[in-house]
């Protein structure tokens, strides 16, 4: 068997859980390989609510303490992930300051809600007992007077019922999908293989007990045949979150389903000035979350939750979810006349969650699943994973596979440094469009950065996507400015500008630049 193609472990699925994985294992010693049929953090780790979260809403207001004192397994559980989440929050602000921004958080309080000043009170005090020295939430309690003196709380609904407002600091990620790609970096910075575009279409245990993965080559267009490679392994690691399950059968393994998925739209505006830099977190009349956070200069809120089982072309924003998240951000503002032509762009993603008897949404418990044949090769599927605890989940998805397998190699220092482009240079390169980002950079991208497509450039190797513009304004200079580099011709700048306008358009409802 040709070494190159031989691994003690393959961790299928490139998202945020999969990299975490593949950084923890490779730093561990173990010889891994980490494998995407997209691009890495292309699917559901690109369409999260971004924000490294305090963990909060695990004592949200459906979750009272009767609901904890009758069912004291979800008491546990919720105890344990709001620990985490707080724990990890403090572990990633510190390690990787440079991928978060703090965001002013708010949460109105109202009379008749249930959730008293005492109580709110009460649950910010138990977060920080959860992660005692951690990085400080700054909560404040106002009172109705206080809340009422902030300009955009004027906008929220029933004032004569608020009774105040919680103020705190949560922190956004600024990217998720650059946050994947410094973690797959690091991986292979210790060693890992990584392979974008790299489709698993099968899965067989031989008679030498590991692990045979038949692994497709998707780089070529959509019409070519796709090569098809074998990979070997000891142990395969299944991240593909909300896929774990459509993987494990579309591969042809017999395991039980342990995911069920949860769909999330958001949709973006833009608000008046007083918002600006402000976020507001609440529960709509129906107990369901609803939050309004910042984005540069525009907003996006959400998430309108609904159970959906994955879908190999990915996930949209349909006509009726917006109209209804329109209604839900008129409930909370009523006074904000936003309607449907001020809706500058949308998307949605489906959140992996585990399957649980009598949970139609499923659970949100984070569990790593051993579905080992007894005597046969180790088989782990993990879910649940979220991006705020996501360097957890590689750390217990490695320490899982050490008491299965022993490494080959000596163990290094787990690294979560971030990947910072080099600053605009002042030695006469161009700069692409408005953005400030130096052509060279954009190259430099190319040359290391795995990239295949455009929008693996202007989403995930920078947030040019994700501006404004959405990366409509520069997608052709950005493709003629690497063409050379990618051995595109005329046509083929051509085709993956196009194919960048269809996916904007598909993903996100825009056509045009967001001007």
């Known amino acids: ?207 030498d007990g590991r692990w045979h993965l038949d692994v497709a080559d998707r780089r070529g267009r959509a019409e070519e045949a796709k ?94 979810t917006i109209l209804a998240l329109l209604q839900d951000f008129r409930s909370v503002f009523p006074s904000l006349p936003i309607a449907r032509e001020d809706v500058l762009y949308s998307w949605a993603g489906v959140r992996p969650r585990t399957a649980r008897a009598g949970h139609p949404d499923g659970c949100e418990a984070v569990l790593l699943h051993d579905l080992s044949k007894p005597g046969g090769a180790a088989y782990y599927t993990y879910t649940g994973g979220l991006l705020m605890t996501h360097r957890n989940a590689g750390a217990s998805i490695a320490e899982a596979v050490s008491k299965r397998i022993r490494p080959e190699h000596p163990s290094r220092p787990v690294s979560y440094a971030a990947r910072i482009a080099k600053p605009a240079s002042a030695n006469g390169h161009s700069t692409l469009g408005e953005t400030g980002i130096d052509i060279e950079q954009l190259r430099q991208a190319v040359r290391e950065d795995m990239v295949f497509h455009l929008d693996d450039l202007l989403f995930r190797r920078f947030p040019l996507g994700w501006s404004e513009r959405l990366g409509l304004d520069i997608a052709r200079q950005a493709a003629e400015a690497i063409a050379d580099l990618m051995g595109w011709s005329p046509a083929d700048v051509t085709r993956e500008v196009d194919r960048y306008i269809n996916l904007v358009a598909r993903e996100f409802g825009r056509t045009t630049p967001c001007i």
């Open 1 to 207: 068997m040709n070494q190159a193609s031989s691994f003690q472990v393959a961790v299928i699925g490139g998202g945020i859980t999969g990299a975490s994985a593949a950084n923890h294992l490779a730093a561990a010693g173990f010889r891994t390989v980490l494998l995407e049929r997209g691009d890495f953090a292309s699917g559901t780790s690109s369409r999260s609510s971004r924000l490294q979260h305090c963990g909060l809403t695990y004592f949200s207001p459906g979750r009272s303490i009767w609901n904890f004192l009758l069912n004291p397994r979800m008491a546990i559980e919720h105890l344990e992930l709001a620990r985490r989440a707080m724990r990890d929050r403090s572990r990633f602000v510190r390690a990787t300051p440079e991928r978060v921004r703090p965001v002013r958080f708010y949460t109105p309080l109202y009379r008749n809600d249930g959730i008293p000043a005492w109580k709110a009170r009460l649950g910010f005090r138990l977060l920080e007992l959860l992660d005692p020295g951690g990085v400080p939430l700054d909560f404040e309690l106002l009172g109705p007077e206080e809340a009422a003196s902030e300009s955009a709380l004027r906008h929220l609904r029933d004032r004569q019922d608020l009774i105040g407002a919680v103020k705190f600091t949560e922190y956004q990620f600024d990217w998720p999908e650059r946050i994947c790609l410094d973690t797959v970096m690091n991986a292979r910075d210790c060693g890992a293989q990584a392979r974008n575009y790299a489709e698993v279409v099968a899965i067989r245990q031989a008679a």
């Open 227 to 320: 090569s098809v490679s074998t990979v070997v392994a000891d142990c395969i690691v299944n991240a593909t979150g909300a896929w774990v399950d459509e993987t494990a059968s579309r591969c042809g393994l017999s395991v039980p389903r342990v995911n069920q998925g949860l769909k999330g739209t958001n949709i973006v505006v833009r608000l008046p000035d007083e918002f600006r830099g402000l976020a507001v977190e609440t529960a709509l009349p129906d107990g369901n979350p609803f939050y309004v956070i910042p984005w540069g200069d525009l907003h996006y809120f959400g998430p309108r939750d609904e159970p959906c089982d994955p879908s190999p072309d990915g996930f949209r924003a349909d006509e009726p």
